[in-house]
Structure formats: C-alpha cells, structure tokens
C-alpha cells in the first residue's frame, strides 16, 4: 500500500514537472515570436518611410520657368532639378549620375 502510494506520488510530480516544462517551452516560444514579429513591424514602417518618392515638387523662385508639356522633377540622391517631357518617367542625373524614376516600383532600363 504506502510503497505504491509513493510511486503514485513519485508519477505525478514527475507529470507535472513534464508539464511545467512544456509550458515554459510554449511560452518561450510565443515570446520569440512576439519580438520577431515587433521586429519585422519595425521594419516595415521604417521601410514604409524610406519609400517614399517625391513624385512632383514645386519650383522655387529662382528656378527658371518650366517648359511647355514638361514638368519639373529633382535627383533623389543630389536633389539637382530637371525638367522632363511629358510621359518621360526615368533618368540618369547628370550630376551624380544616379538613376531616378517619377513613378513607384518602376525599374530603370539602361538602353
């Protein structure tokens, strides 16, 4: 009787430390996903902010006046102004040579 009783005992808090284990490990486990996912939220709103594209601009004073059917765009790199023709939706800034675009998620081809 007291020596089964024992085992008995001996099983159950064996279960329960089983158990206990387990749970700290579900727990660590929701936790590494919380700080992944905090951290990839993070990351997409900086990258949400550095996406951002200035798409037109307004001339400053002394910019000389904009052609006809041409519209004024800037370097994103150098900020040197250009004034593109109509439909022109990329070019190569003169100045520091880096590749713009008027549009989001449009590519520059080099012909």
């Known amino acids: 009787g007291e020596l089964s009783t024992d085992k008995t005992r001996n099983k159950r808090k064996s279960s329960i430390r089983v158990a206990s284990y387990r749970c700290l490990a579900v727990i660590n486990i929701l936790e590494d996903c919380d700080r992944f996912l905090n951290s990839?939220?993070?990351?997409?709103?900086?990258?949400?902010?550095e996406e951002e594209i200035i798409v037109d601009a307004v001339p400053a004073a002394d910019d000389p006046p904009i052609p006809p059917n041409h519209s004024r765009f800037y370097c994103s790199k150098c900020r040197t102004p250009y004034d593109l023709p109509a439909r022109a939706t990329s070019w190569r800034c003169a100045n520091c040579h880096t590749f713009n675009s008027t549009t989001p998620d449009e590519c520059c081809t080099i012909l």
């Open 40 to 49: 990839r939220n993070r990351t997409m709103d900086k990258k949400k902010e």
